[in-house]
């Protein structure tokens, strides 16, 4: 083969070659294209996906990133262990003048056999003594309210046991109450009571809420001024039920009004100076869950003049476990809370930490205390909190070393404290 024929041949092998090569790189290419477009059609669903499994879930209210309050406990004496529940009492009972701290046991321990009421008077400087003398220990668990029933200048004790009606222990006056009570017209179990003068005459009435569903009810009960009580005036009949009653003035005219938690949700009657009590009007749909709220408190917690009610309760789709409702032209409107909504909330009550004169707003959740102040725009604020240390379950305020600043009474899941915390630099 002559050396042209040669030269022909070789320059045809390496086009071959070299077309070859041209054509695997290209299948390469299109092979590689199509897998990275695959890939990237399906990177946004696996970015969500893994956007799903590493997002937190949004913290709990008590949870918040807010500081963490400095906290002393204000508890000798008071129970370690056991499970205390029902709304608790924070007055001076043996008119000493320290504060003394009523609270019911659910769940009985060695440390505090039988089920029902408990007394300890207070020393002012955060020490406590049991005085329950011979209360009654199998009533169950159930709400407190103290107020001077009989006229004789010390405070009587209104309760609501789990296991038996509403009935009143009268104080001798040193703080020892009468073993077995006095029995009053309710004749339901109920979650609460409340005494205040309803109808104007000067003497304490009672206010109850019953427990159960289907045996529930809402109810008032003139007092005598001796301890006793006439028959019920019904607010809401048998098949309601509640968590919570309380009288307050809400509108200032100087005769008390009456809220309650119910199983339709808060709940509002304004009184006419003489008992008459009708129902205000609440812009605020029924719970979707019966029973979802279990706490209400009122004061004036923005320097208004005016009273607003904040609401606590469960975690429902239909409305925040947390609500402040303020009174509008003629009805109570609700206003969002401004906070998470993931974490059911079992008491509030206000209570003024810093003495400046403005309550602040105190919250038992599951993860501990949350201390709330209100924005102008009618949110709450959160200020700080206060780790759990004792499964929260109910709450009161009140000063208990005579500072003038309040602390709070929280008795839940492991035993009874009174806490005393203060604000950093003021709400």
Known sequence: MSNSAKSGVRVAFEWTLL???ILWAASVWWRTSRTEASETAAQPARNNETARASTPAPPSLTELFVAELPVTSLSDGLPQTGHWRGKPALADVNQDGHADVVASIRRWTQEVPGEGLTLWTGDGRGSWYDARGDLRRDMGYGGSALGDVDGDGDLDLAFSGHDVPPCLFLNDGAGAFAADGIATPADKTCADVALGDIDGDGKLDLAAVGFWPLEGGLWWFPGRGDGSFDGKRTLLEDKH????????????????????????????????????????????????IAGSDLALAAADIDADGALEIVCAGMVCADHPPLRLLKLGADSWLSCGSGLPAGEALFDVVFADLDGHGLPEVVVAGKKGLLVLATEASGHFRAIGRIPDTIGAIHLASGDVDGDRTHEVLVVGLSGVRVLKTRIPGGA
């Open 19 to 21: 077309v070859g090569a």
């Open 241 to 288: 039920y509640g968590a919570q009653v309380d009288l307050v003035d809400l509108d200032s005219d100087g005769d008390l009004d009456l809220i309650a938690a119910t199983s339709l949700g808060p709940r509002i009657w304004q009184n006419d100076g003489q008992g008459g009590l009708t129902e205000w009007k609440v812009e605020l749909a029924e719970p979707e």
